[in-house]
């Protein structure tokens, strides 16, 4: 069992950055996929970005922007944020387990972080 604790959120103005931290324990994360989801009000949780043992994939909408990271010492990915809109205002989800397939769909990862609130003001 893998338990995911998700940390950073908040609120920022446009233009601002904010770093984003999962935490992982129960299990050791470095050699797995960890995701990030994110989740505005009324809409589906969309893929944001990945971190696998052979690099990093991300959504168009936060390519150039979002950089996602890991630290094995610590068993944390993070993901930096740059240049924030307001479209980007969510809660922010980790996810590891990952079944095979497509990282881009939520329902392929076994184990969720609570999440962590996201809010870009304009």
């Known amino acids: 069992q893998v338990q995911l604790v998700e940390s950073g959120g908040g609120l920022v103005q446009a233009g601002g950055s904010l770093r984003l931290s999962c935490a992982a324990s129960g299990r050791t994360i470095s050699t797995y996929a960890v995701g990030w989801f994110r989740q505005a009000p009324g809409a589906e949780r969309e893929f944001v970005a990945v971190i696998t043992w052979s690099g990093s994939t991300y959504a168009d909408s936060v390519k150039g922007r979002f950089t996602i990271s890991r630290d094995n010492t610590k068993n944390t990915v993070y993901l930096q944020m740059e240049s924030l809109k307001p479209e980007d205002t969510a809660v922010y989800s980790c996810?590891?387990?990952?079944?095979?397939?497509?990282?881009?769909?939520?329902?392929?990862?076994?184990?969720w972080g609570q999440g962590t609130q996201v809010t870009v003001s304009s």
């Open positions: 996810a590891s387990g990952f079944r095979g397939g497509s990282y881009y769909y939520p329902r392929l990862y076994d184990y």
